[in-house]
Each structure stands twice: as C-alpha cells, then as structure tokens.
C-alpha cells in the first residue's frame, strides 16, 4: 500500500488509519516536530468554522456597496449562479474602471503544496484577466527586504538563503548575541513546507560545546533554557541605542577593527562621527542606559567580552516590525562589521535566525519549477503594510524607498489565502477602509474575519482534501501530498474556482493550458526531473514518488558563509551595493532626506514606548503564537486547549498584574485609543515589568460592547499602530504599541467568531 504522506509550513507528516482514527504523525526523522500539527485534523474538520459553500453577502445583493461590510449576513448560492456574479463584477470593474482598480495583494500564507498555492493561483488568473494593483514586500520583513539591498547589495532573500550555517555556528561562535532571542516558538515554521525543525538543535549543540548566549528581549523565554545563556531585559524598542553604544564602546577602547573597516565598508568614518558625538550626542553606555533600562557599566562589560569573543550578532524579524525597524537591521550589520568578524566562519552577522527554521539550514537549496503567474500588465504597486491607507486615501501621496508615490482609487478588492483581519494593524481603521471598495471577493476554506466581510465567498479546500506536492527549495526533502479527507460540503480546490471565472472571463484556456490537476502535478514533477538531472542525481517517475511520498536529496548537506567571498577578497567579488563594499553610510539613503530614516544607523524614539506612557500604559508584545500559524488553526483543538475562558491568553509579571487588582485567570482589557481586546491573563516572572505578550492569531471577533469597539476574542490587532517603519519600507510596526491593562468585570461577551455567519434565505 502506498504511503500516505502530507505537509504544511509547520511540518511533514505521515497519515494513518481512516475516520475519527486518522493520526497525522510527524516524521521518525524530524528532530522537534511542531506543537502547531496537533490542532491540524480537528480545524480541518470543523464544521462550524469550515465553509460549506459559496455564499453572498445579503446587503451586497439587496446594493449595499460597502457600509454593511464588516457585521452582515450571508446567503448560500450554487456555484454556477455565485461565480457568473463574481465574474459579472470583475467584468463591470474593468470595463468601468480599468485593471488599476483591482487589488490583488491577497497577502498571506495560505498552504505549502507548491501546486495549490492559492496565491500563486489567483496572480495567474488576474494576470490574464489583464492585471491587478499589487502588493509588495512582507509583513514579516519588509524593513530588511527595502534596506538591505541599499546597504550590502543583496536581496533579504540573498542574505537570507546565504546565511552561515548553524553548524558553523555550532563549531565557531563563542558568543551569541541574540537581539530578540532566538526561538523554537517561531522555529516550529517553514514557508512552503519543512520536513525538519532543527534549530534548538543547534543551539543546544553549540552551547554544549561552551557558546555563550545573551538573549536581548523584554522576554526571557524568546530562548530556550541553554547552558550559558543570560538574559538582557532591554526596554522594547531601544535596541539600536544599546547597539550604538556597543559600537561606541568598541571604537572608544581601539577594539574595532580598521583594516575591516577599510577594506570591506564605506561610510565607516561618518557613522563612527555620528556614534562619537559629531552632532553633539556622543552615544555613550551613559547616553544608552536609561533608554534601553540597564546600568551602563553592563554595556562597558558586554562591549569588552564582544572584542574578546567570536561573535554572533543575530537580530530577529521581530526587531524590524517595530517604528524605524530599518534601523535594527542596519545597526546590527555595523556593529558586527566593527567588530570585524563577517565573512567567518561562525560568527558577524544574522538576520532571522530562529524566525523560522530554514534560515541557516546547513542545506543545499534547488530550485524547483513552479506554474507560471504570468506577467500583470499593471505596474502599480503598494507597500504590502499601506492597505488602510491606500483605500482610505485614493489619490493620497506618501514616498516609499526614494519615490514619490499615489495611492490608486480601488474599486474591487481579490483575496485567496491570507488574513487582513487577522494580519493588519489598528483593525477598526481596517474596517473604516474596507467599507469603502465596491466589491471585496475572498476564498477561503473557513469563516475567517476576512471572509465574513466579503461580499463573494468562495469556499476552497484544505491541503489534506487534495493532491499537492511540497517541494521546498530549502528542504531537503520533497512529500508527495495524499488527499486523505473528503472535500467539506462543496468546497472546491482555488485552481478550480479561478478555472471557472477565468472561463468566465474568456480565458479559460489560457489559465488552464488544457491540464487538469492531475496533468499540471505531472507537469510539474517532469520539470522537477529535469532540474534534478541538471543538479546531478535523478528522481523517481511519478507514480513511484506518489507511492513512497518522500525523496531524500542524495548529499544535500552544504554550509554557507554569508559575505564569504567578498569578505576573502572584495576586489575580486564586490558587492552589488553603491560601493561595491558594506555601507555604514549610504548615499543614496541620505539623499532621499528622510527625517526617519538617515544615511548612518541611527536611534530614534519611536512612536509608543514605555518612555512615553502615561497612566501606567505597557509596552505590547504582540508576538506569534506557539500554538497555530497566525490565524490558521485557531479553530482547532490545540490553540483551543490554550485559551482561557475561551480568549487568548495575555501574560504579564505578577507585581504588573497586582498593581492592576489582577489575578492569574482573570479576563483583562487591553485598550488604547485605537481599541481593545479581552484576553485571559497569565502571570510569567520571566519577562519585564512595563511588558505585556498577547500572540496573535485569535479570529478578530469585533463586537460593539460597553466599552466601545472591541475584539472579545483576544486579536492584539485591535490595538496595534497602523504606521510605516519610516518612508524608506513602510513596513508594518505591529510591536509599537502601548495599551492600558484593566480588570473586564462587565458579562462576557459570547465568542462568535468561531461559528459561521448568520446564513439566511434570499429575499
Ligand atoms: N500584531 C501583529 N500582527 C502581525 C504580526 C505580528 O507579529 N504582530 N506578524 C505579521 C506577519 S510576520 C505575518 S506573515 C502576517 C500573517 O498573516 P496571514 O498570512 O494573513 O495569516 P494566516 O492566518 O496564515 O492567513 C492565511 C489565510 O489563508 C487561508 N488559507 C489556508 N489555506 C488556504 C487555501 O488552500 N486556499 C485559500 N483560499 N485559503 C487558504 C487561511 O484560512 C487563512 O485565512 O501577520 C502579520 N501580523
Ligand atoms: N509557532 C509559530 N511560528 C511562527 C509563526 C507563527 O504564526 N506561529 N509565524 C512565522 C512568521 S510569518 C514569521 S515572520 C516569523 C516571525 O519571527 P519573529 O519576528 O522572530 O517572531 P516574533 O514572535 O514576532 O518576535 C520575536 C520576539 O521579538 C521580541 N521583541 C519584540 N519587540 C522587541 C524589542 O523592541 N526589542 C527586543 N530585544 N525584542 C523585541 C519579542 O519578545 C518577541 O517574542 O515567525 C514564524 N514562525
Ligand atoms: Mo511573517
């Protein structure tokens, strides 16, 4: 009997028995498999939260064009009569309108089967059906990905996919120094599929080995419990000073290093002004101290270790999604070019090691075919973090790495396989703005906040009720995905529903190229040969690999050195930057003149810290959650099993809560101007007093109570600023927020966001 495999960004499994004994087991092999796995079966098997099939808003169909949007009802239709009014719209909005009123930025992680990608679906059909306003960037790095091509001339992937390996680090490193941690929480992930999570792994190795770690973060658990491991508890969003003072610290005791600095940097002499004082403020641990919380004399100590120590400099995504979070990357970069131990084996720079788990993988990376998404005729673009604004402001002027730009007037808004209502900042603005296109379409397998405000539902599959196959550059395996599940109700696969509407469109088989998804899997596995060949080892035939459902790649271990070459010699390979070296000044930056984002590693102040609360406001910790992948599972009986009183679950310090009259189990309100959310409190010792940590990932549940607007059901996202990291990226800031903590002693109210809209009969 065949082997019965399948996989998700949170791992690769292997599927036994049948019915209410299905088992998804994680593979023999896998060293940590995720917590996240666990709640898979039972969201996807959820009736209440699935979407049985394709609905309409009923305000949209009595000509609501928008106001209802975020609180209605919904009315089921057949297939046939929902998709020839989808296709009716999209039709009217570009014959009215043009292709530039349609946003397709679709955001999200959707599911890791390379085939049934549902973006990569969707881009393909508007793609033909002649273009959308893109998104551009992430929400998880988006401050990284516009300024590191800037200062080393790569691209985040580069820098990503290039990092030193961890066994390098392993071997090498004596002194990790982890601005925001490194964490098996974040690690348990892997876009796009992993067949291995090994990043504790690692870490456990080197600090068998004797590898100091500092875990800098306002949470002690943001590391896991290592042999010579200590904890910085710096005040969020004052890393970049505690950075700057190091690198003073380094270049007032002569421990820097010139001849790196000469070779492989330009601009060092006017950041090493700016960090001495050239403009007055010399940043000094004295200057640092009250801005990160920690005695100067713990900077002089830590500084002096760094020149005695082969360092690691890491920084997590998590640093840049904070106000001015360019920063975080840029200072981290300089000071471990001071320090001058990049392009070593082992130690100098990382960025995202431990976000998720293939930074690092001591693995070669190949890369597959996918289907094509084809070229989108329309070149507008958003930042991917400016969609409130764009629908807000139509016309509006904002700048974006150096130009000058115009939001476009959207009048239909396409989304398969993300989450807005879970992944954007400041959700009642969200809700302002999404009042204002005329139609919002959205596939998804469940009733998601997103969902339940669009005006066309369309109901998809979940990977496990169809055919799919992993192939993941960065993983050394490749999983055949067995349909294992039943389709919920009339749930079709995205390639299906986009195949309808593009045949609608009158590019049916231009979508399609006569295949179906067995022939574009086939397809797809043929092209997959072909790069193996090229790569010099072969691939079973198809029916083999859907028999056995894994490939191990033969030798696929390989380390990298991330600035190797150019480091051992950057005349021969010079960076692609303005300098052809790393810049610690960038002139291209600075011409811009940008007041939040200057040509040198800078600290500024940011929007909302503890420095700035008033009324014993706490600094917000909104961080991914341990238990799903955002919003993905929620439903299930993992992340269930974690909430109380069926919220999600805030920690804080217990002389915090007890300042505030509140116990462990209590229900709190975070709030702030923006909103609130009610969550269920738990006390943690291990983290700073002025901190509070609410994951996200609860289904927005915004209801009108008492107290205001509010998500009942725990989404930080209620609170969080809807602001750009500065006008370089306008990348999302969702760890700048302040919120007010107080006890909830009104009656609960009732969590709805788990249960399907009301479903009512057409008039
Ligand atoms: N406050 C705060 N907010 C944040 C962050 C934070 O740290 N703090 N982090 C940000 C980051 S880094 C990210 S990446 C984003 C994540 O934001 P999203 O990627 O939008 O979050 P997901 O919950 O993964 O959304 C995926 C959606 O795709 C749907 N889906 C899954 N499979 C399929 C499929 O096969 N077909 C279709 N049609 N749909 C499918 C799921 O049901 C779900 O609704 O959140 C961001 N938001
Ligand atoms: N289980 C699970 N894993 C995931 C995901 C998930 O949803 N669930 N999502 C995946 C995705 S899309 C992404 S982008 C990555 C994100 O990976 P990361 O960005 O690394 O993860 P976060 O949890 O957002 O943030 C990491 C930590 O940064 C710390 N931090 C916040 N602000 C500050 C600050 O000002 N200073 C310091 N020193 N520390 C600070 C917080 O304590 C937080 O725990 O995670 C991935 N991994
Ligand atoms: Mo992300």
């Known amino acids: 009997m065949a082997n019965r495999m399948t996989a998700a960004h949170w791992g690769a499994y292997r599927v036994t028995g049948a019915g209410d004994a299905m088992r998804l087991e994680p593979l023999a092999d896998d060293p940590a498999p995720s917590r996240v796995g666990k709640g898979w079966l039972s969201a996807a098997r959820d009736p209440r939260a699935r979407i049985q099939r394709p609905a309409v808003r009923k305000g949209w169909l009595g000509g609501d064009k928008g106001a209802a949007r975020n609180d209605d009802a919904f009315v089921e239709m057949p297939w046939d009569e929902v998709l020839d009014i989808a296709a009716g719209e999209m039709r009217r909005v570009i014959d009215t309108h043009g292709n530039g009123a349609i946003y397709g930025g679709s955001y999200g992680w959707s599911s890791a089967g390379r085939f049934h990608h549902a973006q990569s679906q969707m881009r393909r059909f508007l793609n033909l059906a002649g273009g959308y306003v893109a998104a551009r960037d992430t ?20 820098v990503e996919e290039g990092l030193t390996s961890w066994p390098l680090i392993a071997e090498n490193c004596t002194l990790f120094l982890a601005f925001g941690g490194v964490s098996g929480r974040t690690a348990q992930i892997a876009a796009g599929g992993t067949s291995l999570h090994e990043v504790d792994d690692w870490m456990g190795k080197a600090a068998a080995r004797g590898m100091k770690t500092v875990c800098v973060s306002p949470l002690r658990s943001d590391l896991a419990d290592l042999p010579n491991a200590r904890w910085l508890p710096v005040r969020p969003g004052s890393d970049v000073a505690l950075m700057l003072a190091l690198t003073h610290e380094l270049f007032a005791n002569g421990w820097h290093d010139e001849a790196f600095l000469k070779r492989c940097t330009s601009g060092w002499e006017r950041f090493r002004d700016h960090v001495m004082g050239g403009d007055g403020v010399a940043r000094t641990p004295d200057w640092a101290a009250p801005l990160c919380d920690m005695p100067a004399d713990d900077i002089r100590a830590l500084a002096a270790e ?13 640093m840049q999604r904070a106000d001015h979070g360019e920063q975080a990357v840029w200072a981290g970069l300089a000071l471990a070019a001071v320090l001058g131990q990049i392009g070593q084996p082992g130690t100098g720079f990382g960025f995202g090691y431990g976000s998720t788990t293939p930074p690092g993988r001591a693995k070669r990376f190949i890369s597959w075919p996918s289907v094509s998404q084809g070229r989108n005729p329309v070149r507008d673009f958003i930042p991917v973090a400016r969609i409130s604004d764009m629908l807000l402001n139509p016309g509006g002027t904002y700048r974006y790495n150096g130009e000058e730009r115009t939001y476009p007037d959207i009048k239909l808004v396409c989304w398969a396989g993300g989450n807005p209502f879970h992944h954007h900042q400041d959700l009642l603005k969200l809700e302002r703005a999404w009042t204002r296109p005329e139609t919002v379409i959205v596939n998804d397998h469940s009733w998601t906040a997103t969902a339940r405000r669009a005006d066309i539902v369309l109901p998809s599959t979940v990977a496990l009720e169809r055919e799919d196959i992993m192939i993941n550059r960065r993983d050394p395996s490749l999983i055949f995905m067995s349909r294992v599940l039943e389709p919920m109700g009339e749930a079709r696969d995205d390639h299906a529903i986009f195949a309808g509407l593009a045949e609608r469109l009158g590019v049916g088989e231009a979508f399609t190229e006569g295949r179906d998804v067995d022939g574009w899997m086939r397809w797809l596995w043929s092209g997959c040969q072909s790069v193996a060949q090229a790569e010099g080892f072969a691939l079973p035939d198809y029916e083999s690999f859907r028999a056995q459902g894994r490939f191990t790649i033969p030798d696929a271990d390989e380390t990298r050195v991330l600035f190797g070459d150019f480091v051992a010699d950057p005349q021969a390979n010079p960076l692609p930057s303005e300098s052809g070296k790393l810049t610690l000044f960038n002139e291209r930056i600075a011409a811009m003149g940008l007041d939040d984002c200057p ?26 959650p341990d238990t799903r992948l955002h919003s993905q599972l929620d439903n299930g009986d993992e992340a269930a099993a974690a909430k109380l009183h069926g919220r999600e679950v805030c920690r804080m310090h217990p002389e915090t809560a007890a300042a505030r009259g ?30 509070v940590v609410l994951p996200t990932g609860a289904w927005a549940d915004l209801q009108d109570t008492a107290q205001g607007r509010i998500c009942v059901h725990g989404n930080p996202n209620a609170v969080t600023l809807d602001k750009g990291t500065s006008a370089l990226a306008q990348g999302n800031i969702s760890h700048t927020t302040l919120v007010w903590a107080e006890k909830w002693t009104g009656p609960l109210p009732m969590v709805r966001a788990l249960d399907a809209p009301p479903l009512v009969a057409r008039d």
């Open 599 to 624: 040509g040198h590693p800078a600290w500024m102040p940011p929007a909302e810290w503890t420095m700035n609360a008033i009324g014993g406001a706490l600094h917000l910790i909104s961080q991914q």
């Open 662 to 691: 509140l116990s462990e189990g209590c229900v709190v309100l975070l709030c702030n101007k923006r909103g609130g959310c009610l969550a269920g409190l738990r006390l943690d010792e291990a983290m700073r007093r002025d901190v």
């Open 139 to 158: 929400y998880s790095h988006a401050a990284g990905e516009v300024i590191l091509p800037h200062i080393t001339g790569l691209t985040n992937k580069e």
């Open 306 to 318: 760094m020149a005695r120590e082969r360092v690691m400099v890491s920084v997590t995504w998590g």
